[in-house]
T-cell receptor, first 111, second 112 residues
Framework: DAGVIQSPRHEVTEMGQEVTLRCKPISGHDYLFWYRQTMMRGLELLIYFNNNVPIDDSGMPEDRFSAKMPNASFSTLKIQPSEPRDSAVYFC?????????FGPGTRLTVL | GENVEQHPSTLSVQEGDSAVIKCTYSDSASNYFPWYKQELGKRPQLIIDIRSNVGEKKDQRIAVTLNKTAKHFSLHITETQPEDSAVYFCAASSRDAGKSTFGDGTTLTVKP
């Protein structure tokens, strides 16, 4: 298995633009997590899904953030409109048991 | 919800010395405690975990201990090497909740 796949790996955009981050979990995993990592706030859980259903989105910072999981092999995290304070590394992770497998992350820079 | 506190936030040791990182959790329902290592610019990766029915687990130079009564668990690294330098995260989870709550991380620096 190729592991969790995220795209793009790097994204540079201007304030106000829409940003879409993509994730393909490991086949057979039933949980999918979206995290944001910054120096100031560490590793924050934004939202997680179980069997494609959002379970807890209490970590989503604002209405500008939304996430979807239309099927078991794909999820998106969208930021619209983006702001400079959204600059961070965004990780997607998936699990079947307890262990979470992280993707390589997307480094987002909002100018 | 669960709250995980991790100490220290930074730790510097000489190569060959031991390093200990401690975490406390609040939810007595938590029954799974993983430790992740994140090297600079890389993703977090699981290095060791422990379940609530076990008090200690070892894997070569790393070990984890769990005290359920006191609600704390620790990571022990012996004979540290420069390649152990990384950020280490503890976490706690209950399977029913699905998610793991992470500590804030400890930056370990091993000086050659």
């Amino acid at each position: 298995d190729a592991g969790v796949i995220q795209s793009p790996r790097h994204e540079v955009t201007e304030m106000g633009q829409e940003v879409t981050l993509r994730c393909k979990p490991i086949s057979g995993h039933d949980y999918l997590f979206w995290y944001r990592q910054t120096m100031m706030r560490g590793l924050e859980l934004l939202i997680y899904f179980n069997n494609n259903v959002p379970i807890d989105d209490s970590g989503m910072p604002e209405d500008r953030f939304s996430a979807k999981m239309p099927n078991a092999s794909f999820s998106t995290l969208k930021i619209q409109p983006s702001e400079p304070r959204d600059s961070a590394v965004y990780f997607c992770a998936s699990s079947r048991g307890h262990e979470q497998f992280f993707g390589p992350g997307t480094r987002l820079t909002v100018l | 919800g669960e709250n995980v506190e991790q100490h220290p936030s930074t730790l510097s040791v000489q190569e060959g010395d031991s390093a200990v990182i401690k975490c406390t959790y609040s939810d007595s329902a938590s029954n799974y405690f993983p430790w992740y290592k994140q090297e600079l610019g890389k993703r977090p990766q699981l290095i060791i975990d422990i379940r609530s029915n076990v008090g200690e687990k070892k894997d070569q130079r790393i070990a984890v201990t769990l005290n359920k009564t006191a609600k704390h668990f620790s990571l022990h690294i012996t004979e540290t090497q420069p390649e152990d330098s990384a950020v280490y995260f503890c976490a706690a989870s209950s399977r029913d909740a699905g998610k793991s709550t992470f500590g804030d991380g400890t930056t370990l620096t091993v000086k050659p």
